[in-house]
């Protein structure tokens, strides 16, 4: 009896089931967002309950927004950009008349950028920062990995030395942050960042302040405070290269969001990511990592254009960007290569007179470098005392885009060059010594990294590139005299010498000059004159 009772309330519960299912099944198909108007008591009726459910996709599938699909990253940018162009302002009008008009120089741009201009972007948009920021190389340095302006400023983002410092970015003989792709890039955002934080999100006065510093633009903001005037970009009284800056960046972006409108073809460059950072671990020649990757040694130096030299800083930072295309075989190839074959090593036996300094510069290194192979402390060597030198694998000539070879480069396409180092001494002019050596001002700076307004100290070191009859005669100023004895020489006054001019040309002293010539600094130089110089030193100091 008592089973025959429990068999008919389960009955009897499974048909109230069985009833109340499809008021259920109605109620889940509602959305949170289903008109009102749409009863629950319809549910029954089926057509009804079609229309509620058809209703219901069409309002869930209008709230999924496909994510486009970019095949091309400018386009990508120029779907998202933010920032207000201010495209009636008469500077913004003539940046945009000159990238109008510049076709080709988009296109030098737009070359240099492929390999670099992804991976930017998507920092940009992880940090969820105006994607304008990404054409700010094109403002800063052309996307050229190698630019350096007069006031050193250096990479893509031309950070001067003090601020990539603070920001992290390393900056030795061997490895210089601030042109390191991703190190750069990180070190720039976080900048941009911090600025526009600063300016209470202002990005007009964040951009203004990375060109001219914080400082000038709050003075620039507090001025106009006092005066009762606007705090906008536009009133503010800044340098006129910030007063260009601005505009430029946002010309460049009105011209990507409208490019049919000014003529203008933007290179397309593929939306996927260049390159693949691997960890080398320890020091490697990049002219292995070139023949690893099977690259050349420009496309090595162009995607790690932070190694001033022929090979990684032993110190790090290990990582190489590699290809993406060709990064795997790398790692393979990588993995299989021994100690040895990383670095070629020299071993050196010191003699007397030399010091770490000079060995260093024998071997293209650093004396750091010496120092942390060799666990030196202090500078301290001993004749007899040899010496592990970390060495190129192959000529310099060979590391296209190394430190030494971009300076060097326009010397080397006009003849057979050849390098000496020329100290710098009190007095000296960019301008005198090229008139000694035969060789214009811009050369100078470009072997030497420097800008003709550089001040030369007293005993820096400058490299020439002289040919044989440039050494030789020394063209500009030819040195004059005749041998005496072992110790001495007579030289011949030519018409523009000076005592100064003698002296440092001969790396004696003025009074020397005097006391072996018995003569005083009221005496007149006359050409033809005959003046006596001890030592013999017949080679032109430097050379």
Request: net charge positive; proline share 4%.
């Amino acid at each position: 009896m008592l089973k025959l009772r429990f068999t008919t309330i389960i009955i009897a519960l499974n048909l109230a089931a069985c009833n109340t299912l499809p008021e259920r099944q109605a109620d889940a198909s509602i959305s949170d967002t289903a008109p009102a108007a749409i009863s629950v008591t319809q549910s029954t009726d089926f057509p009804a309950k079609k229309a509620i459910k058809n209703s219901s996709a069409a309002l869930q599938e209008s709230k999924v927004v496909e994510a486009p699909v970019y095949d091309d990253v400018w386009l990508r940018i120029r779907d998202k950009l933010s920032l207000h162009n201010h495209i009636n302002q008469a500077s913004v009008k003539a940046k945009v008349s000159w990238y109008a008009r510049h076709q080709a120089y988009l296109d030098r741009v737009s070359e240099r950028a492929r390999p670099y201009l992804y991976h930017i972007v998507e920092e940009l948009e992880k940090r969820d920062m105006p994607v304008e920021l990404a054409l700010l190389p094109i403002v800063e340095s052309a996307y050229h990995p190698f630019a350096y302006s007069r006031s050193h400023a250096s990479g893509i983002w031309q950070f001067i030395p003090g601020t990539g410092r603070h920001y992290g970015l390393k900056q030795n003989w061997w490895y210089d942050g601030r042109r390191d792709i991703v190190a750069a890039t990180d070190a720039a955002l976080r900048y941009l960042d911090k600025l526009n934080k600063e300016f209470k999100g202002d990005w007009l006065h964040a951009l203004a302040a990375y060109n001219t510093g914080e400082r000038n633009v709050g003075r620039s903001i507090s001025r106009n405070l006092k005066a009762g005037k606007p705090t906008d970009f536009w009133s503010l009284r800044l340098p006129r290269e910030t007063r260009g800056y601005v505009p430029s960046l946002l010309a460049i972006a009105e011209i990507l969001a409208n490019p049919d409108k000014y003529g203008v073809k933007w290179q397309a460059i593929e939306n996927k990511s260049y390159f693949s950072e691997v960890d080398v671990r320890e020091q490697l020649d990049l002219a292995t990592a070139a023949q690893l990757a099977d690259l050349s040694m420009d496309e090595i130096y162009t995607l790690n254009p932070a190694f001033n030299r022929w090979a990684t800083d032993p110190e790090g930072p290990h990582r190489l960007l590699i290809p993406i295309a060709k990064s795997e075989s790398f790692k393979a190839e990588l993995a299989k290569l021994s100690d040895a074959e990383r670095i070629t090593w020299k071993r050196h036996i010191i003699k007397r007179g030399e010091s770490l300094g000079l060995i260093a510069r024998k071997y293209h290194t650093s004396v750091s470098a010496l120092k942390q192979t060799n666990k030196i402390r202090n500078t301290l060597i001993r004749e007899g005392q040899s010496l592990l030198i970390p060495s190129s694998k192959h000529p310099l000539k060979h590391y296209t885009l190394s430190l030494d070879s971009r300076r060097y480069r326009g010397l080397k396409k006009s003849g057979d060059g050849k390098n000496h180092i020329y100290t710098v001494r009190r007095g000296d002019t960019l301008w005198d010594i090229g008139r000694q050596y035969g060789v214009s001002i811009k050369e100078l700076c470009s072997w030497n990294g420097i800008s003709s307004r550089s001040i030369l100290r007293p005993g820096k070191k400058l490299n020439l590139w002289l040919t044989a009859k440039e050494t030789k005669t020394a063209k500009a100023i030819p040195v004059n005299y005749e041998s005496t004895n072992a110790n001495s020489i007579n030289y011949t006054v030519k018409k523009g010498d000076s005592l100064w001019l003698i002296a440092r040309r001969h790396n004696v002293t003025v009074k020397q000059l005097l006391a072996w010539n018995g003569i005083t600094r009221k005496n007149h130089l006359k050409p033809g004159q005959q003046l006596l110089i001890q030592n013999g030193n017949s080679k032109i100091t430097g050379v």
